[in-house]
């Protein structure tokens, strides 16, 4: 097997597990290249799963999705930006982490070109905050409807600061989202 060329960077983030992966861009007056994925590269920084899926989301200005996780069939998940930017958020549902409820927000965006490693056992969400955005995402297992489960974005015990100018735009299925108390996590 040959040596995986240094195609990305690990970023901690608060959050065990939790990952921020800047790729390698090379640029010049055309415009640039980088790989989006690599399993090789992804491996070496220890995103051994696999994706079994790919979404792409494009939603506007104050569009809030989320918070989502699927209770079985879980799903760990690399996202990225295209076009626009988003605050993206991933709580921790794990009852044995040192972090359990604990919340980080990584700005995402197709000028920074960074993305961010969800593993299973975390909801995630994220609100725009560009005109437009298109979220793409890779999924490590299929979407199931029966186990998708919503934690309230505006969870007032979690107190997730969302960085809202003005009303969120919210689906009605994300408008019911149960409370942190309340909501099934993983053990």
Known sequence: MQPVMNTFKKISTSLPGLLIVEPRVF????????????????????????????NHS???RNVLRGLHYQ???????????????????AVDLRRG????????TVR???????MLWVPPGFAHGFCVTSDQAHVFYKATDY???ECERTLAW????????????????VSAKDQRG???RDAETFA
């Not at 640039?32 to 079994?52: H, T, W």
């Not at 982490?97 to 980080?104: A, I, R, V």
């Not at 995402?108 to 960074?114: C, E």
């Open 71 to 89: 209770i079985k069939h879980t799903q760990g998940k690399l996202v990225r930006v295209v076009v626009g930017e988003i605050l993206d958020v």
């Open 58 to 60: 494009c939603s506007r």
């Open 178 to 180: 149960v409370a942190f």
């Open 143 to 145: 979407y199931a409807p």
């Open 108 to 114: 995402l965006s197709g000028a920074n070109q960074h």
């Open 97 to 104: 982490s040192p972090t359990f409820g604990g919340w980080q």
């Open 27 to 54: 640029g010049d007056e055309r415009g640039f290249f980088l790989e989006s994925y690599n399993q090789r590269a992804l491996a070496d920084l220890g995103i051994e799963e696999q994706f079994v899926q790919d």
């Open 154 to 169: 505006n969870d007032p015990e979690l107190k997730i600061n969302w960085e809202l100018e003005g009303e969120p735009i």
